[in-house]
């Protein structure tokens, strides 16, 4: 199925990474040829009332909560991203309680093929969102990487596929298969340090299934060598050019964690690319 609806959730402070986020979430939609939906929300904060005095210099320039100015600079910016590529837009905001906002925006995110999430490097309340989205919405996310966003392209020639020959992991390529079909370059990757005739034959089983879809992709193992395997994912993206990452998230049989161990945190934490991700 094509991505013709696309959502991205508008939340935290306007910086300057958070706004170039923005405006390269809003050329990937343009790039798809779909439609992008923004949904704001600021924090509904019970604020204790404070008595002043006159000569108190708080009391001055008290002109509203901050929020409301961030949350306006964070539509503002998607409005004009969006005005620039020239696509189908609409935006919302809202006001609601903090311990809410993830679970709304998982409940937008249902009503879309995918779902842009801005990422900030290590930062809890992100990843709190993005694990949320992943297990309540239903539908696949990008992740956007504040950090790298300026080294982002729109268009994904290069992609990865990291396969740990799991159920999530094919989910994930087949939430992607629009991505793939339109890449130059596909490869799937799996991490391991004993390449065993199973292995082999799983991933040459995923390039010919691939194949029928009209990917034309390669297969091939990268050695561990002691390091976390989201590192070694990350690191081998960064020197082969790669423009996204396509993965499952959270395996939980003993199996999946023995082999995969905690790439989907580390991952989330600080993503290397675009990260195409599904649970």
Known sequence: MPIKDVFLPLIGQPAGPTLAAIEKCVSVAAALGARINALALEEEVFARPKVLLPEDPGAAGADGPAGAADLQNLLNAFTDAAS???????????????DQIASILAEHARFSDLTLVPVKPHDSRTEHIIETLLFESGRPLLLCPEQRVEALRPEFENVMIAWDHSARAARAIGDALPVLQAAASVRVVTVTDDRTDALVQSG????????????????????????????????????????????????????????????????????????????
């Not at 620039?84 to 903090?98: F, H, L, N």
């Not at 990268?222 to 790669?242: E, R």
């Open 204 to 279: 040459a089983s995923l390039v010919d299934h691939l194949r029928e879809h009209g990917v034309y992709a390669s297969f091939e193992t990268v050695g561990g060598g002691g390091s976390s395997i989201g590192k070694v994912l990350g690191g081998w993206a960064n020197s082969n050019a790669m423009d996204a990452i396509v993965m499952g998230a959270y395996h939980h049989s003993r199996l999946n964690e023995i082999v995969w161990g905690g790439v989907t945190k580390t991952v989330i934490g600080q993503p290397p690319c675009w990260v195409m991700i599904s649970h």
């Open 84 to 98: 620039r590529a020239g696509i189908r837009a609409e935006s919302r905001s809202g006001k609601v309680p903090p």
